[in-house]
């Protein structure tokens, strides 16, 4: 099946820094990424929605200027948690479909494990 | 609005059968997923259901009624490496652009 490369698997860092989450799709094109959230024995919460070439779709109650989204390219979406602190602490998930495949097996990255001291 | 409810646990024994349920009320639907997620994995796909009826895929089954806005995962022969979180999750929109829901997850214990 497709694979989806999310890097850093693993990031500490200082409450008011900035952290960078990579999603990559390896062997495929993806126009659309989709960002998730999971706190630990929760589901996922999904936080955006990820467009190549224009601005991303946030769910009600994420903030973008907080979780700031870029899908540059048909293989790679990033997102930014700007300003973190402690209570952005949790497991970020990126997944994606190929493109035109519709509905489609969504494929999810490895996930990234943030905590913020 | 959307929904998905599924209960929160459930435990079965090593070598039994567990059935999985999940209703839905969403905005349009456009098939429904079930995945496994291990803790502290990302979530794998199992299964995929469009229309109504049973798809069997080994040990692993899946059914829709879409009438009723209910599925079921069926696991046989349970193993132990069976335990972890099922997700279950609706498609509601009509692109390859729509957002996939899910539902909280049954975390499901498997004693020997």
């Known amino acids: 099946g497709a694979v989806v490369s999310q890097h850093p698997s693993w990031v500490i860092c200082k409450s008011g820094t900035s952290v960078k989450i990579e999603c990559r799709s390896l062997d495929f094109q993806a126009t659309t990424m989709f960002w998730y959230r999971q706190f630990p024995k929760q589901s996922l919460m999904l936080m955006a929605t990820s467009n190549e070439g224009s601005k991303a779709t946030y769910e009600q109650g994420v903030e973008k200027d907080k979780f700031l989204i870029n899908h540059a390219s048909l293989t790679l979406s990033t997102l930014t948690v700007t300003s973190a602190h402690p209570e952005d602490s949790s497991f970020y998930i990126c997944?994606?479909?190929?493109?035109?495949?519709?509905?489609?097996?969504?494929?999810f990255g490895e996930g990234s494990r943030l905590t913020v001291l | 609005g959307q929904n998905i409810d599924q209960p929160t646990e459930m435990t079965a024994t090593e070598g039994a059968i567990v059935q999985i349920n999940c209703t839905y009320q969403t905005s349009g639907f456009n098939g429904l997923f079930w995945y496994q997620q291990h803790a502290g994995e990302a979530p794998t796909f199992l299964s995929y259901n469009v229309l109504d009826g049973l798809e069997e895929k080994g040990r692993f089954s899946s059914f829709l009624s879409r009438s009723k806005g209910y599925s079921y995962l069926l696991l046989k022969e349970l193993q132990m490496k069976d335990s972890a979180s099922y997700l279950c999750?609706?498609?509601?929109?009509?692109?390859?652009?729509?957002?996939?829901?899910f539902g909280s997850g049954t975390r499901l214990s498997i004693r020997p």
């Open positions: 997944s994606a479909r190929v493109a035109g495949d519709f509905p489609g097996e969504l494929f």
């Open positions: 999750a609706v498609s509601p929109g009509y692109s390859s652009a729509s957002k996939i829901i």
